[in-house]
């Protein structure tokens, strides 16, 4: 299934992402994947808006990962600046991945797609203009 969407700016990408995240279970992965600023973060944001997350989501680049409670718990990892998949164990993040609760977002996940699991759903953003872009979401 594929759904191909043209947001005109930051807060429609949030509503997409939002209204995506209503219809997640338990498990599931979203793979974000698209050049710097294409809005992988805010996807992100808009997740977190729809799992009812009052903290405000921060880029994770910094951090690789983080956890925010809502009526899911929502992992957020950034590969950006992962060097090898085996990281991921070294500081205990695979545990985030599935099987485990909640719904996991994953920015650069075509960096490492080995680590994501089958059945995740792929995001792709693209530039499209100054405040559009092109979203492709994938099941
Ligand atoms: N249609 C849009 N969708 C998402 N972000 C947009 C859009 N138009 C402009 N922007 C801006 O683009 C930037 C995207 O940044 P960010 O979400 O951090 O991207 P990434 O995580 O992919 O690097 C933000 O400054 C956002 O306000
Ligand atoms: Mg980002």
């Known amino acids: 299934m594929e759904r191909v969407v043209i947001t005109e700016g930051p807060e429609e990408t949030m509503e997409l992402a939002a209204d995506l995240a209503r219809r997640l279970r338990d498990g599931d992965v979203v793979a974000l994947v698209g050049p710097l600023g ?3 973060t805010t996807f992100v944001k808009g997740l977190a808006r729809g799992l009812f997350i009052p903290e405000e989501v921060l880029s ?7 956890t925010y409670l809502g009526t899911k ?3 957020h ?3 950006y600046r992962l060097r090898h998949p085996g990281e991921l164990r070294e500081v205990g993040l695979d545990e985030l991945l599935p099987p485990e609760r909640g719904v996991t977002a994953v ?9 994501i699991p089958k059945g ?13 872009r092109k979203v492709t979401i994938r099941r």
């Open 120 to 132: 995740a759903v792929w995001v792709f953003l693209e530039h499209a203009g100054q405040n559009r």
């Open 60 to 66: 994770p680049s910094f951090l690789l990962a983080r």
């Open 73 to 75: 718990p929502l992992h």
């Open 77 to 79: 990892l950034d590969l």
């Open 107 to 115: 920015e650069w996940a075509d960096r490492f797609p080995d680590l």
């Open 38 to 40: 294409t809005g992988k």
